[in-house]
């Protein structure tokens, strides 16, 4: 039986999602409802994506008995009170990263999914390209030997999008681009907390952060070390260093199709999209998505691959970086 999905909001990432989910047989996945904030989106989403229904409120997508897991595609300041609506209506949830804004709010969160007893997984989508599965694999196999060193960017001009300029939308790089190298550095450090963690960077005027350069100590003499940028392209690669050679993945580092170890260069291509996308790579969002069917079926309430003490993690982190650098959201005075 299909996984039936309920698409929470019709901006551009749920465009793409939903484009990802067609590259995946129509008996494994279905979007079956979508919901806006208004009924006119929903239904022009619905009518482009073959969507049979459409509601004019997140409210209604909670109530709709057809739909086994919502994908939450709205802006993050957001994400806290659609998490609640749909895991109190026993809903299962992808929530898109970063899973909400600070520590308090993910711990809201995960509370959540535990006590509705629900599977809840953030949308950090990287994590499961088959060049993600074929880094831990090499990595538990010690093919480059013990690892030292880590180094990975992710910087693009996009500071005419208010979504990453304005606080009250959520702005600040770290968030949207910053979180990809660090989950990174999580993944391959095996969810290690840091001994030590130094971010220095610059703001925009509106008080979010625009570009910052984060160094981590890790036990035994192990680093990472990564920029971000909402200002200029930056190479956009990555690389761990180990004992006995070395592992690249070549820009995207956030959504790869290839991967070089020791200098022998591997191509992962992706599917075609049935439609144009607004992000790079978008269909490789069919990887999280799977994921999530897979787990449904096992009957999990959280992936192995991207678990909740790793979402909790990652916003500890990020808390900590946004602290060093000066940023601070509304949502952080409540
Ligand atoms: N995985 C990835 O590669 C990736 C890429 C880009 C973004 N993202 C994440 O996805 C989320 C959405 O990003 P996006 O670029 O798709 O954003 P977007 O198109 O600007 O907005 C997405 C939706 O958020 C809701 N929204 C927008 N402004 C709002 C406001 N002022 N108040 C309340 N709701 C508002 C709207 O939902 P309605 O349709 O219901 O009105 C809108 O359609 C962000 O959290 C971002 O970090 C992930």
Known sequence: MATRWGICSTGKISHDFTVALKTLPAEDHQAVAVAARKLEDAQ??????????AYGSYEELARDPDVDVVYIGNIHPH???????????????????????????????????????????????????????????LLAQREIGEVKMIRSEFGIPLLHRPRLVEKELGGGA????GMYCLQFV????????????????????????????VTLKFSEKRMAV???????????DAIIVGTKGTIQIPSWMWCPTSLIVNGKETQYPLPEPCLPLNFHNGTGMRYEAE??????????KESP??????????????????????????????
């Not at 963690?197 to 952060?209: E, M, N, S, Y």
């Not at 994921?291 to 999990?300: A, I």
């Open 44 to 53: 022009e989403f619905s009518r482009k994506h073959n969507i049979s229904k």
């Open 79 to 137: 994400h806290l009170k659609a998490c609640l609506l749909f895991m109190n209506a026993k809903k299962n949830v992808l929530c898109e990263k970063p899973l909400a804004m600070n520590t308090k709010e993910v711990k809201e969160i995960l509370d959540s999914a535990k006590r509705n007893q629900v599977f809840l997984m953030e949308a950090v989508w990287t994590r499961f390209f088959p060049v993600s599965e074929e880094v831990r694999k």
């Open 174 to 177: 770290l968030l949207s681009l």
């Open 186 to 213: 999580c993944m391959v450090y095996n969810g290690e907390r840091p001994e030590s963690i130094q971010a220095t960077g610059v703001c925009l005027d509106t008080g979010v952060d625009e570009t910052v350069i």
């Open 226 to 236: 990564f920029t971000y940028s909402s200002s200029m392209k930056l190479p956009n």
């Open 291 to 300: 994921e999530v069917r897979q787990c449904l079926l096992k009957g999990l």
């Open 305 to 334: 691959v991207m678990s909740h003490s790793d979402s909790l993690l990652l916003i500890e982190l990020e808390d900590e970086i946004r602290r060093q650098v000066g940023v601070v959201y509304s949502q952080d005075c409540l």
